[in-house]
């Protein structure tokens, strides 16, 4: 039976690739899709009669109410994916705490309340772990967050919604599923790593070479995809198809890597920051460029039936 569904985030590359990918599917009835931009800046979208699109500011919670109670209401949405959070590490502050959190928060509270709603996916991301020298290097649901106060915010939210979410899975009468996504390295996506990518020459720490994991924009879609139609509620990781050392993705990204004092990465990643206005945050990044961490997918696999089959696109082995 079709079911309908509502995506938050849709003007987003990862959101609007997920739109695409429910609108392909004919197990998935009408399409709900709700972005920050007006219907003419978003992203077009072809398949017309089952998608709505809805320009919705998620900090208002009337106006989340409106979207629920109205337009969701009538359209029979009976599962929504919540995938809009900031995706800049320099964004900071109480109206980008309000757009992470607080609007998860308040979309969940109003879900719960909904005649038509039963599943409530959140899309998480890998951020939320801790990675230290003494865990272990792969990661299970049950391994522990990153709950430092002197996190960044970035990490902080991520940690604050997953973790709202997760406490009222038994207690709501939706069913609640997080995905604990890995790094998606693709444009427009936030990533740290991307970024980092993106300068001619890659500085790493000396004497480390952690193990990284990492998504493709087409795995993370399916992921979200295969969670529309679980019957199962919990936490999910979804890793990625390749897992490779830090100096290998360099060399496939086609980059120089140069290996430099710890000491120094913060202070050169600082200016580069400020003379070119790049994103990646080496003090964000510092323990994963020193240890490894790697999600275990078993728990997806089995479950959800999701299996990562997309490799990342090289740039460097073109």
């Excluded at 392909?24 to 077009?44: N, Q, Y």
């Excluded at 990675?131 to 272990?136: E, H, I, S, T």
């Excluded at 069913?175 to 890995?182: N, Q, T």
């Excluded at 720490?205 to 879609?221: R, W």
Aim: glycine content about 8%; charged content about 20%.
């Amino acid at each position: 039976m079709s079911r309908g569904v509502l995506v938050t985030g849709a003007d987003a590359p990862i959101g609007e690739r997920f739109v695409r990918a429910l609108l392909a599917d004919p197990s998935v009835g009408r399409v709900l899709a709700v972005g920050s931009r007006p219907l003419d800046e978003a992203m077009p979208f072809e398949d017309e009669r089952r998608l709505t699109y809805l320009s919705v500011n998620l900090t208002r919670e009337r106006r989340v109410h409106e979207l629920l109670f109205g337009p969701a209401r009538d359209l029979g949405v009976e599962v929504v994916v919540h995938t809009a959070m900031g995706g800049s590490a320099a964004e900071q502050g109480k109206a980008v705490h309000a757009m992470n959190v607080s609007a998860t928060r308040d979309l969940l509270a109003l879900c719960e309340r909904h005649p038509t709603i039963k599943t409530f996916v959140l899309r998480s991301y890998a951020e939320v772990y801790q990675v230290q020298a003494d865990l272990p290097v792969l990661i299970g649901e049950d391994h522990p967050l990153n709950l430092s106060p002197n996190a960044p915010q970035y990490v902080r939210d991520r940690v604050e919604a997953d973790l709202h979410a997760c406490v009222r899975m038994g207690l709501s009468p939706l069913r609640i599923v997080v995905l604990r996504c890995a790094e998606v390295l693709a444009p427009g996506t936030g990533s740290q790593l991307f970024d980092y990518l993106e300068s001619p020459v890659c500085l790493r720490p000396i004497g480390y070479d952690p193990m990284l994991n990492v998504l493709s924009a087409k795995d993370v879609v399916e992921a979200m995809r295969m969670a529309v139609h679980v019957q199962e509620q919990g936490v999910f990781n979804v890793p990625g198809f390749d897992t490779l050392p830090l100096s290998l993705c360099i060399q496939k990204w086609g980059r120089l890597a140069i290996p430099v004092p710890g000491a120094w990465m913060t202070p050169l990643y600082r200016w580069r920051r400020q003379l070119r206005g790049h994103d990646f945050s080496y003090g964000m990044n510092r323990r994963r460029f020193h240890y490894s961490g790697v999600l275990d997918g078993r728990r997806a696999r089995t479950v959800l039936g999701y299996t990562p089959g997309a490799p990342i696109d090289w740039p460097g082995l073109g």
